[in-house]
């Protein structure tokens, strides 16, 4: 405005200031321009949403004057002539002070603006707002969103809706928001969900993403919800295997027997006895769709799946990709526990593979299904310190692939590398040259390899691609996961509780963060006592080595 002049601004009856805050129309402005005309024609200055007055609540901590009082919400407002060329309206923006924050914009800005306007003497209008809103207390285009839709055409929904940390719905909600009004604005209005996608897509990280749109899939694993037992050519599957160990041949071949015969095989291994094996096998289950190819021994399931079986991943529609597995660092129990976790969630059954090929049909945005996260044994690890050792790795390959999306660092990786990806998603790192040079040779580290980081980047190159990332189980599994973590959750909160008394969530955070802060005072207080008293140990004993 200061720029284009107010001279410039006189042309126009009315002024509409609106931001890049909101996804929308779902409703036609025209529709709304006419109600608010009709109903509220006396007004000066309207908007759609107004936000109430929550005392006590500082925007910026410990601040009075960025307490939130009632106003208009700043995403669209809209001023008549006589107010925007009013010298109030004027004095308002030549002596507005830049924000140095999110925060100190709302508090300093957006919170006082309706009021400073009232009280110069113009009349305000809201399109959606009342009594039960005033008494929400809180921001009814995040907590009411769908009501202002359906009770109001509330034309406009915050983008924020759908990127608020998942830890501050749980602050006051069950999390079910984003999704809800995600399948609503689908279902119920005209709006195309594509542009809510691309944006989330290109703007927020995977974990984000999944976390609220709760994009964990449960699978029927003992029934076919797929429309035919067998897919159709549109939905060509492939299955890349890696084979590595000799006595592992009869657990897997009890896997790959389960996918559909029509199924591309691509068998990938170093060992050419081994490709011997299972293309006999799987010739013996009748099928006849089989690739194998014999790999050099660098790379293991990594460089058979960006390497040797490259082509599965152009020539089919929907890859799942599997390798036998032990784990021995983690001894024969966990091991073995974890093989199971990894093949079960992926390929648990017939049907269960049938069905997750649907599930990849109907969600077109789909691009990559992993198994949970485990949070037994050391496995717990993992959830909280999902890169691990694997930055550096992660940073080069975020960059080698100029990667655009946020760096996820609670990154919803593969872990034990077996998955469901759609084909077009993953060529970005199958297009590359990619050489066994590039991998580690034998025997591989535990961690902080490029085959490591390569495992927590599939996420977001899927979602660089434009595809989505989601976690898959089954029924009895999902009930398992549940149980773990409540009694999990339960040993956590009896220890806090013990000691500060049952509180939330939130607050059960801070203890925690209180203690951590407590600890490491106390750690660095004690490296300082050390430190100086292996001074004047070390002072003592040259003094008595010179005095010799």
């Known amino acids: 405005m200061l720029k284009k002049g107010w001279e410039f601004l006189s042309s126009f009856d009315e002024l509409?200031?609106?931001?890049?805050?909101?996804?929308?129309?779902?409703?036609?402005?025209?529709?709304?321009?006419?109600?608010?005309?009709?109903?509220?024609?006396?007004?000066?200055?309207?908007?759609?949403?107004?936000?109430?007055?929550?005392?006590?609540?500082?925007?910026?901590?410990?601040?009075?004057?960025?307490?939130?009082?009632?106003?208009?919400?700043?995403?669209?407002?809209?001023?008549?002539k006589k107010l925007f060329l009013?010298?109030?309206?004027?004095?308002?923006?030549?002596n507005l002070k830049p924000a140095a924050s999110y925060a100190e914009e709302v508090g300093y800005h957006e919170t006082k603006f309706t009021r400073y306007l009232e009280n110069a003497g113009f009349v305000s209008a809201c399109l959606a707002f009342d009594d039960e809103l005033r008494e929400l207390k809180d921001n009814a285009t995040f907590y009411r969103a769908i009501e202002l839709i359906k009770n109001y055409n509330s034309p406009?929904?915050?983008?924020?809706?759908?990127?608020?940390?998942?830890?501050?719905?749980?602050?006051?909600?069950?999390?079910?928001?984003?999704?809800?009004?995600?399948?609503?604005i689908q279902s119920d209005t005209q709006y195309d969900t594509e542009f809510i996608w691309e944006d989330l897509l290109n703007s927020q990280k995977p974990s984000t993403i999944v976390n609220n749109l709760n994009l964990f899939y449960i699978v029927q694993d003992d029934s076919v919800i797929a429309k035919s037992s067998e897919p159709d050519s549109s939905s060509s599957i492939g299955v890349v295997f890696f084979a590595y160990y000799l006595d592992e041949v009869d657990n897997c071949m009890g896997y790959l027997k389960k996918f559909p015969k029509n199924s591309?095989?691509?068998?990938?291994?170093?060992?050419?006895?081994?490709?011997?094996?299972?293309?006999?096998?799987?010739?013996?289950?009748?099928?006849?769709?089989?690739?194998?190819?014999?790999?050099?021994?660098?790379?293991?399931?990594?460089?058979?799946?960006?390497?040797?079986?490259?082509?599965?991943?152009?020539?089919?529609?929907?890859?799942?990709?599997?390798?036998?597995?032990?784990?021995?660092?983690?001894?024969?129990?966990?091991?073995?526990?974890f093989a199971y976790h990894c093949f079960e969630n992926v390929c648990r059954s017939e049907d269960y593979i049938l069905n997750v090929v649907e599930l990849f049909k109907k969600n077109h945005r789909l691009g990559l299904l992993v198994p949970p996260f485990i949070h037994s044994a050391e496995f717990y690890t993992l959830?909280?310190?999902?890169?691990?050792?694997?930055?550096?790795?992660?940073?080069?390959?975020?960059?080698?692939?100029?990667?655009?999306?946020?760096?996820?660092?609670?990154?919803?990786?593969?872990?034990?590398?077996?998955?469901?990806?759609?084909?077009?998603?993953?060529?970005?790192?199958?297009?590359?040259?990619?050489?066994?040079?590039?991998?580690?040779?034998?025997?591989?580290?535990?961690?902080?390899?490029?085959?490591?980081?390569?495992?927590?980047?599939?996420?977001?190159?899927?979602q660089q691609s434009?595809?989505?990332?989601?976690?898959?189980?089954?029924?009895?599994?999902?009930?398992?996961?549940?149980?773990n973590l409540n009694s999990m959750l339960r040993n956590i909160n009896t220890t806090i509780f013990s000691s500060f008394g049952p509180s939330t969530f939130s607050t059960v955070l801070l203890h925690i963060n209180e203690l951590c802060a407590f600890y490491n005072s106390f750690q660095r207080s004690?490296?300082?006592?050390?430190?100086?008293?292996?001074?004047?140990?070390?002072?003592?004993?040259?003094q008595i080595f010179y005095s010799k």
């Open 16 to 80: 509409i200031l609106c931001n890049c805050s909101c996804y929308g129309p779902l409703y036609s402005f025209s529709q709304l321009f006419e109600k608010m005309n009709k109903d509220h024609a006396n007004s000066d200055f309207w908007g759609i949403n107004r936000h109430p007055e929550i005392k006590g609540f500082y925007l910026v901590p410990y601040d009075k004057e960025s307490e939130v009082i009632e106003h208009l919400q700043s995403h669209f407002l809209v001023f008549k």
């Open 86 to 94: 009013s010298e109030e309206f004027k004095n308002w923006w030549v």
């Open 156 to 184: 406009l929904v915050k983008r924020r809706v759908f990127s608020h940390p998942k830890i501050s719905w749980l602050n006051q909600t069950m999390g079910y928001e984003p999704r809800r009004l995600l399948d609503f």
């Open 264 to 337: 591309n095989y691509y068998i990938v291994s170093s060992n050419p006895q081994l490709l011997v094996t299972y293309e006999t096998q799987l010739r013996r289950e009748e099928r006849t769709n089989i690739h194998v190819i014999l790999s050099e021994p660098r790379g293991r399931d990594v460089s058979a799946y960006l390497i040797g079986a490259k082509d599965a991943f152009q020539e089919n529609d929907i890859v799942c990709c599997l390798h036998d597995k032990k784990t021995g660092q983690m001894g024969p129990i966990k091991g073995k526990d």
């Open 383 to 462: 959830t909280g310190n999902e890169i691990s050792t694997d930055l550096k790795e992660m940073e080069k390959l975020y960059n080698k692939f100029d990667c655009s999306i946020p760096f996820d660092e609670a990154t919803i990786a593969p872990f034990g590398t077996m998955f469901w990806v759609r084909g077009k998603a993953f060529q970005k790192l199958t297009q590359y040259p990619w050489k066994y040079s590039d991998f580690p040779e034998e025997p591989i580290g535990y961690d902080g390899t490029i085959l490591h980081g390569l495992e927590r980047m599939y996420p977001m190159l899927v």
């Open 466 to 483: 434009g595809y989505y990332v989601g976690f898959l189980t089954f029924p009895s599994y999902a009930a398992g996961l549940y149980t």
């Open 526 to 542: 004690l490296a300082k006592k050390v430190y100086k008293k292996s001074r004047r140990v070390l002072s003592k004993m040259k």
